[in-house]
């Protein structure tokens, strides 16, 4: 097993959740995050005064992934995602040792 977690630019979540469901990949944790990168921030007007924004607002996803399922997942936000600019975000893949659904107590794959 695997946990999939991606950085992402906030307007892309709703087209990437409707392209995993169509693959049926079907849960996701999101959080809202905030952070800089090579972008180094950005600048803003408000009210006539400009300002620089230096931790830019983000999306992190994580989906915990059959190994199976990993290479189709990454193609699938890949698709999704990428405009080729900077900010487009990053995946990170780390191992899982076990998972345990907490309601049943069942464990490894069959708790995903």
């Known amino acids: 097993m695997k946990m999939l977690s991606a950085i992402i630019r906030p307007e892309g979540l709703n087209l990437l959740k409707e392209a995993l469901h169509e693959e049926g990949i079907n849960g996701m944790t999101i959080s809202e995050v905030r952070g800089f990168g090579r972008q ?63 309601s049943s107590s069942e464990r490894g794959e069959k708790a995903i």
């Open 40 to 102: 180094l921030g950005k600048k803003e007007i408000f009210r006539g005064v400009e300002y620089l924004v230096e931790f830019i607002p983000k999306l992190r996803i994580e989906i915990l992934l059959k190994d199976d399922d990993v290479e189709k997942t990454v193609d699938i936000l890949l698709k999704n995602l990428k405009t080729g600019e900077i900010g487009d975000g990053k995946i990170f893949i780390y191992p899982v040792e076990d998972v345990i659904r907490i």
